[in-house]
């Protein structure tokens, strides 16, 4: 991967990652540094990368570096809980929030899964590649996520 393509993934995908790890992991800061984060891995793997599989890459790193942010987080213990919301629009409709909390709710591996399939429009191989998981194991996890989704949704108090 030369420089120009290099520069041509992170205005293309750039975007995308952030997004992609604002949704892992719900804090902007944290997103920011995962997106930084993958582009430098990008940068540092360039040689091996090909363009056409930057993407995926790309998107591989950021859910593995969300992944061992959550575990990390679950391993040490806040006094208190700090809300970022500028990750959030002000004028969210009450669906994204009934979204969001909906998406909360799942563990980080099948919100992950959640957002590159239904979200970011990944198929299931590409999924499999990006997580390590098998092509069954995607469908199966992604199954689950969706019923926890959908009986959250649902129900009586969430009805949209």
């Known amino acids: ?4 393509e290099y520069n041509t993934c ?14 892992c ?28 599989k930057a993407k995926s890459f790309l998107f ?6 969300s992944v061992d942010l959550y575990r990390k987080q679950n391993r040490i213990s806040y006094k208190e809980e700090v809300r970022d919301d500028r990750v959030t629009n002000q004028g969210n409709s009450e669906l994204k929030k009934v979204l969001d909390r909906a998406l909360s709710r799942l563990d980080d ?5 959640v957002l590159l399939k239904d979200y ?9 590649q990006i997580t390590g998981l098998s092509d069954s194991q995607v469908k199966v996890y992604l199954h689950r996520a969706r019923k926890i989704l959908k009986d959250y949704l649902v129900s009586v108090e969430h009805i949209i």
């Open 109 to 113: 591996q099948a919100r992950a899964l």
């Open 10 to 23: 992170v205005r293309e995908w750039s975007d995308a990652v952030y997004r992609f790890a604002c949704k």
């Open 1 to 4: 991967m030369e420089l120009n």
């Open 25 to 52: 992991t719900g804090n902007g800061e944290d997103a920011r540094d995962i997106t930084q984060n993958s582009f430098e891995v990008l940068w540092q793997k360039r040689k091996d990368v090909v363009p056409a």
């Open 120 to 128: 970011e429009g990944y198929s299931y191989d590409e999924i499999a």
């Open 60 to 65: 591989q790193v950021a859910y593995r570096q």
